[in-house]
């Protein structure tokens, strides 16, 4: 969704033509989520504490009224969408899988060791839908942790993301991945538009 569309949406009261409400729920979700993600971090430097039910909590934020299991695991196998190739976690080995995520990536502290954790938790793809959006919003919250700046992911580097993304996950190598992170909250840095 552009930001026209978004502003117009509020403004006005009435979806744009092109919109479905879907897209819209999911867009005002996303803005929500996050918006209160940056508040909790940023203006009251409240730590995000980075566990199973916050997480899940995160989800059910993200889908809520789009999705009956928001904020629950899958219990089925899911496809990976952009990703082929990539084979996630079976269903019941997703509370251990996620606990050992948690375990391993809830203090990563550089963009390098956030950069990996994104690409494990993605691997794990716990959810039946919105696995994205939580990786990234916890990419946002590690990052805001650890007093860095988030990378930016959108149109201008969505292609090279889901490359790095299956690069990392396909082959084990990072390098790509640990570097559109790096390049990407540079700009991030220097406004959205650079």
């Not at 979806?15 to 940023?42: C, D, G």
């Not at 219990?75 to 509370?95: N, Y």
């Not at 963009?111 to 691997?123: G, K, Q």
């Amino acid at each position: 969704m552009t930001r026209a569309d978004f502003d117009q949406a509020i403004d006005a009261e009435k979806l744009p033509r092109n919109m479905s409400r879907q897209t819209f729920h999911e867009a005002v979700n996303t803005y929500f989520t996050l918006s209160w993600l940056w508040q909790k971090i940023v203006a009251h430097a409240e730590a995000f504490h980075i566990s199973e039910e916050s997480i899940k909590a995160m989800h059910a934020d993200f889908m809520r009224g789009l999705r009956q299991d928001a904020g629950f695991y899958s219990g089925k196998v899911r496809l990976m969408g952009q990703l082929e190739g990539v084979h996630t976690t079976l269903p019941e080995d997703i509370p251990e899988e996620m606990n050992r995520w948690i375990y391993k990536c809830r203090g990563s502290a550089g963009l390098e060791e956030i950069a990996r954790s994104h690409a494990y938790f993605i691997a794990i793809h716990p959810f039946g839908d919105g696995n994205g959006r939580v990786g990234r919003a916890l990419v946002m919250a590690q990052c805001l942790n650890a007093g860095l700046m988030p990378p930016l992911f959108d149109s201008r580097n969505r292609a090279m993301y889901y490359a790095a993304m299956g690069h990392a996950m396909l082959h084990g190598r990072h390098a790509p991945l640990i570097r559109l992170f790096y390049e990407s909250a540079l700009r991030a840095k220097s406004g959205p538009d650079s």
